[in-house]
C-alpha cells in the first residue's frame, strides 16, 4: 500500500481535534491515542526488562551470586529483548507520531493501519518473552549462530520489527499529508527533521534484520542447513549497530524538543544542526563493523574505513550535537535574564523539573560516559583490549540507558501533561527520579567499563570459575568492579521503578488537566513566549557552551591515548 | 523553536555562527587525526590483528590440533596435555564447549605462530590478565603472530557466551624465560 491509497482510507473528514490549552495546537486525537498506546506498551516493557536487569547485575555482584547459571542466561537474553528493543522501539514510534502529527498540526495518516501495526508489535514482543521464559532460547539478544534458539524466537523478532515499520510508513505518510494540506509553512521543525532521520534509518534497519533473520528463522525451522556465523555478524550489526542510531537521532531530538518546550530554546543554527543529522543517515551504518574488529579474515582497510565512520563523520555530527544543543539553551537562558558569569544560565536552569534535569543528565552522560568509550571501543587496534568483556555493556548503558533512556523518561514528564493530560502525581518523587536513575545508570557505566578493563567477560555467570577445570582468578579490583556496578545497578533500579510508578499512577489516577490548570511542572515562563518569535538564535556569546565541550574534549583526548598506552603494553602480535 | 518551522525560509543560507563553526573544524580535525592514527599504527605500532584466516572443517581443523598435541607435549596438568612447541613454530589451540585445548608452553620474546578455531560455537579468546581479546568462528582458522612479553602462567578464558557451560571454559598459557638465558642462568647458580 502506497502512501496516498493510506491517505485515501483515511479521508479527511474523519479526523477529529481538540485543542491544546498550553501550545493552541491542534491535536488529533487518533494520533494522541495511538501515542498513548505506544508509550504505555514501552512503560510496561521497561519494567518487565528492568527487573530482568536487576537480577542479572544482583547475580553479577559476586557477594549476592542471586540467580542460578541457567536463569541468569535466561534472564539476560530477555533483559537484552525488552528494554534494547521493546520499551525503545515502542517509545520511538511515539515519538514518531509526536513529531508529525501533533508538531505539524495534522492528522495522523491511517490510524488503523497504524493500529495493526501496534498490535504486531505487541504480539512479536509478548511471543518473545514467553519464548525466552520458555528456556531453549538463552542465546542473548545477538543470537549468534550455530547456537540456535526456538523458530518462535526469531519470529517474534520479525513479527515486532514488521509492526515497527509500519509505524515508520504511518510517520512518512504523515508528512507527506501535513505538505500537502499545508499544516505548516517552509521547511518541517527541527525535532520533525531528526524524527525523520531516526525513521530513515530504521527503515535501513529494519530490512538489515530482515535480511539475516528470515534465514535464520528458517535455519531454525530445519528448512536451511547453515547460517554462515561471520556472514550472520556482518548483516546482523547492520540492524544491531544501526537501531543504536535511530535511538541517537531520537534522542537528540528529544533534547531539542525539551530545551524548546521548557526553556523556548532555538537552533543556534538550523544548518548545523539540520547538517549534523544528515551526517547519522550518511554515515553511521558503516557502524556495523565495530562489531567485528576482532574477527578472523577482515582486512585493516576495511575495518578502518568502516569504523571510523568514514573518517568519524557520523561522531562529527554528534559532537555538533553535544555544542549546538547546550548552546541552545545557554542562548536561551541569557535571553530569559540569566547572563552573570559564565554559568548562571545552567545554575538557575529548572532543575526541578525532571524533564530538564533528566535531558540535561542524559545529554552529558551520553556525551561523557557513552560517546568517548564508543570511539575508544571502535578503534581498529584498541577494539583488542575490550572485545567482548563487560566493557562493552558498559559503554552501551553509557548510550542506551544514560542518553536514550533517561531522555524518553524525561519527554514522558511533558507527554503526562499534554498529551495524556494528566497532572503528574507525586511530584516530589518525580523530582528525585532523574537523578536516581542517572547516578545509577552512569555508576553501572563507568564499573563495568572499569571491570572489563581489567578483563571481566560481558555474559559471564561466574567470575570465579569456581567449576572450571583450569582454574583462573580475577584481581580483587575486578571483583570490587562488579560488586559497586551492582550497587549502583540497585540505585537505577529504584529510579526505574519510581519512574514506572509515577507514569502509572500518573495515567490512572492523575488529576485530569483542565483548562487554566497550572502544571505540577509548569513550562518555563519564557518557553511560551518565545513560540512566538522562532528560527536561529541570534546570540553569539555562549562561554559556559565553550567550557563545557572544551572539557568533553580534553577528555576525550586523553582518554583516547591512554587506551593506546596500554595497548602498547600488551604482547606483540601481528 | 526546535518545534516549529524555521523562521527563515531559505535557512540553509543564514550564516552559522562563529562557535559552531571553530568546534567543527576541531571536532572534523580531530576525527581526521584519529582515523589517520589507526593507520600509523600499523607502521609505529607492534599490537596489529592479521587478517590471516582459512575456512576449514571442524573435524579437520581437530585432526590439525591433535597431531601438533602429539609432536610436543611435554607433560600433563589435570589430564590436559601441556605443549611445548619450538619457538617460532606453528601452534595450534582449539576452543570447543567448554575447554580451551591443549594448555601451551610458549618462550618469551619468541614468535609463534598461533592458530585458533572452534569445533562447534563461537567462543571469545580472552587472554588474562594481558587483556587480548579475539573472536573466535567455527569453520575460519584465524592465525596470530604472537610473541608474549612477560613470564608466567596466563589464563584463556571465554567472553563469548557459548551456552550454559560458558563460565567453565578455561584454559592456560605458560610463558618461560627463553632457553639460552634459563641455562645461563642456571649456570650462574651452579658457579655460585
Request: one cysteine or more; glycine letters at 12%.
Given at each position: 500500500m502506497t502512501a496516498e491509497t493510506v491517505v485515501g482510507v483515511a479521508g479527511k473528514a474523519d479526523a477529529e481535534y481538540r485543542t491544546c490549552q498550553y501550545t493552541g495546537l491542534k491535536v488529533d486525537i487518533a494520533a494522541q491515542t495511538l501515542i498513548k498506546a505506544n508509550a504505555v506498551a514501552a512503560v510496561v516493557f521497561l519494567m518487565l526488562g528492568g527487573i530482568m536487569g536487576l537480577l542479572v547485575a544482583l547475580t553479577r555482584w559476586p557477594a549476592v551470586h542471586l540467580l542460578p547459571a541457567e536463569w541468569f542466561y535466561l534472564a539476560l537474553t530477555g533483559h537484552g529483548a525488552n528494554v534494547l528493543l521493546f520499551w525503545i522501539i515502542?517509545?520511538?514510534?511515539?515519538?514518531?507520531?509526536?513529531?508529525?502529527?501533533?508538531?505539524?498540526?495534522?492528522?495522523?495518516?491511517?490510524?488503523?493501519?497504524?493500529?495493526?501495526?501496534?498490535?504486531?508489535?505487541?504480539?512479536?514482543?509478548l511471543l518473545a518473552n514467553v519464548t525466552v521464559l520458555q528456556g531453549e532460547s538463552s542465546v542473548m539478544f545477538t543470537s549468534y549462530p550455530p547456537m540456535q534458539a526456538k523458530p518462535n524466537f526469531y519470529l517474534s523478532l520479525i513479527l515486532f520489527a514488521v509492526g515497527a515499520l509500519i509505524g515508520c510508513a504511518v510517520f512518512f505518510a504523515t508528512l507527506v499529508i501535513a505538505k500537502e494540506e499545508g499544516t505548516y509553512q517552509g521547511s518541517i521543525p527541527l525535532v520533525t527533521f531528526g524524527a525523520l532521520t531516526a525513521a530513515i534509518?530504521?527503515?535501513?534497519?529494519?530490512?538489515?534484520g530482515a535480511i539475516i533473520l528470515i534465514p535464520t528463522w528458517l535455519w531454525s525451522l530445519g528448512w536451511i542447513s547453515d547460517i554462515d556465523p561471520l556472514m550472520y555478524k556482518v548483516v546482523w550489526w547492520a540492524?544491531?549497530?544501526?537501531?543504536?542510531q535511530i535511538n541517537v537521532s531520537a534522542h537528540v531530538s528529544i533534547w531539542y524538543l525539551i530545551a524548546a518546550l521548557l526553556l523556548g530554546a532555538k537552533p543556534l543554527s538550523e544548518k548545523v544542526s539540520r547538517t549534523a543529522f544528515f551526517m547519522y543517515i550518511l554515515f553511521l551504518q558503516l557502524a556495523s563493523a565495530h562489531h567485528l574488529l576482532a574477527e578472523p579474515g577482515m582486512t585493516a582497510s576495511w575495518k578502518i574505513v568502516n569504523t571510523s565512520y568514514m573518517m568519524y563523520l557520523a561522531v562529527l555530527g554528534s559532537m555538533v550535537h553535544g555544542l549546538t544543543v547546550p548552546g541552545a539553551i545557554e542562548a536561551a537562558q541569557r535571553r530569559n535574564g540569566y547572563t552573570k558569569g559564565a554559568f548562571e544560565w545552567l545554575r538557575k536552569a529548572p532543575w526541578g523539573n525532571p524533564a530538564f534535569a533528566g535531558m540535561f543528565l542524559s545529554l552529558v552522560m551520553f556525551g561523557f560516559i557513552g560517546g568517548i568509550s564508543g570511539v575508544v571501543l571502535g578503534t581498529e587496534q584498541l577494539n583488542?583490549?575490550?572485545?567482548?568483556?563487560?566493557?562493552?555493556?558498559?559503554?552501551?548503558?553509557?548510550?542506551?540507558?544514560?542518553?536514550?533512556?533517561?531522555?524518553?523518561?524525561?519527554?514522558?514528564?511533558?507527554?503526562?501533561?499534554?498529551i495524556f493530560q494528566r497532572e503528574v502525581i507525586w511530584p516530589k518523587l518525580a523530582k528525585l527520579q532523574p537523578y536516581l536513575f542517572g547516578i545509577g545508570a552512569a555508576g553501572i557505566s563507568l564499573f563495568m567499563?572499569?571491570?572489563?578493563?581489567?578483563?571481566?567477560?560481558?555474559?559471564?555467570?561466574?567470575?570465579?570459575?569456581?567449576?572450571?577445570?583450569v582454574s583462573f582468578a580475577h584481581s580483587a579490583g575486578a571483583?570490587?568492579?562488579?560488586?559497586?556496578?551492582?550497587?549502583?545497578?540497585?540505585?537505577?533500579?529504584?529510579?526505574?521503578?519510581?519512574?514506572?510508578?509515577?507514569?502509572?499512577?500518573?495515567?490512572?489516577?492523575?488529576?485530569?488537566?483542565?483548562?487554566?490548570?497550572?502544571?505540577?511542572?509548569?513550562?518555563?515562563?519564557?518557553?511560551?513566549?518565545?513560540?512566538?518569535h522562532y528560527g536561529s538564535h541570534p546570540t553569539v556569546k555562549l562561554p559556559g557552551t565553550i567550557i563545557l565541550v572544551t572539557i568533553f574534549f580534553t577528555c576525550f583526548v586523553l582518554y583516547y591515548f591512554i587506551n593506546w598506552k596500554y595497548l602498547s603494553e600488551l604482547w606483540l602480535f601481528r | 523553536m526546535a518545534v516549529t518551522p524555521p523562521a527563515q525560509k531559505i535557512w540553509w543560507n543564514e550564516p552559522i555562527e562563529r562557535v559552531e563553526l571553530i568546534w567543527i573544524v576541531i571536532a572534523f580535525l580531530w576525527g581526521l587525526f584519529m582515523f589517520g592514527f589507526m593507520i600509523a599504527w600499523h607502521?609505529?605500532?607492534?599490537?596489529?590483528?592479521?587478517?590471516?584466516a582459512y575456512r576449514i572443517a571442524p573435524s579437520n581443523y581437530e585432526a590439525k590440533v591433535e597431531e601438533f598435541a602429539k609432536k610436543h607435549t611435554v607433560r600433563e596438568e589435570q589430564g590436559i596435555p601441556v605443549v611445548k612447541p619450538p619457538a617460532g613454530t606453528d601452534v595450534y589451540l582449539l576452543g570447543r564447549l567448554?575447554?580451551?585445548?591443549?594448555?601451551?608452553?610458549?618462550?618469551?620474546?619468541?614468535?609463534?605462530?598461533?592458530?585458533?578455531?572452534?569445533?562447534?560455537?563461537?567462543?571469545?579468546f580472552s587472554l588474562q590478565p594481558t587483556n587480548i581479546n579475539i573472536q573466535v568462528h567455527p569453520g575460519y582458522e584465524h592465525v596470530i603472530t604472537l610473541t608474549p612479553t612477560e613470564v608466567g602462567e596466563f589464563g584463556i578464558i571465554c567472553n563469548e557466551f557459548c551456552g550454559i557451560g560458558h563460565h567453565m571454559m578455561t584454559g592456560k598459557i605458560h610463558v618461560t624465560e627463553p632457553q639460552k638465558r634459563a641455562e645461563a642462568a642456571e649456570r650462574l647458580a651452579e658457579g655460585r
Open positions: 515502542f517509545f520511538e514510534i511515539a515519538v514518531l507520531y509526536f513529531a508529525s502529527a501533533i508538531l505539524l498540526n495534522c492528522r495522523l495518516a491511517a490510524p488503523k493501519f497504524a493500529w495493526v501495526g501496534f498490535v504486531l508489535m505487541v504480539a512479536g514482543a534509518i530504521a527503515v535501513f534497519t529494519i530490512a538489515s540492524m544491531g549497530h544501526s537501531s543504536q583488542v583490549l575490550m572485545h567482548n568483556t563487560i566493557y562493552v555493556p558498559g559503554h552501551f548503558h553509557g548510550t542506551v540507558v544514560a542518553g536514550t533512556t533517561l531522555a524518553f523518561m524525561a519527554v514522558t514528564y511533558l507527554v503526562l501533561p499534554l567499563m572499569g571491570a572489563g578493563t581489567l578483563g571481566v567477560p560481558r555474559r559471564h555467570w561466574d567470575m570465579t570459575f569456581s567449576d572450571a577445570p571483583f570490587l568492579m562488579m560488586g559497586l556496578n551492582g550497587i549502583f545497578a540497585v540505585v537505577a533500579a529504584l529510579g526505574g521503578a519510581i519512574f514506572v510508578l509515577v507514569v502509572v499512577g500518573t495515567v490512572l489516577f492523575g488529576k485530569k488537566v483542565t483548562s487554566g490548570h497550572k502544571l505540577t511542572f509548569p513550562l518555563h515562563a519564557g518557553g511560551g513566549a518565545a513560540a512566538g | 607502521f609505529i605500532g607492534q599490537q596489529n590483528l592479521n587478517k590471516e567448554w575447554q580451551w585445548w591443549p594448555i601451551l608452553e610458549l618462550e618469551r620474546g619468541q614468535s609463534y605462530r598461533i592458530h585458533i578455531s572452534s569445533l562447534d560455537w563461537q567462543h571469545g
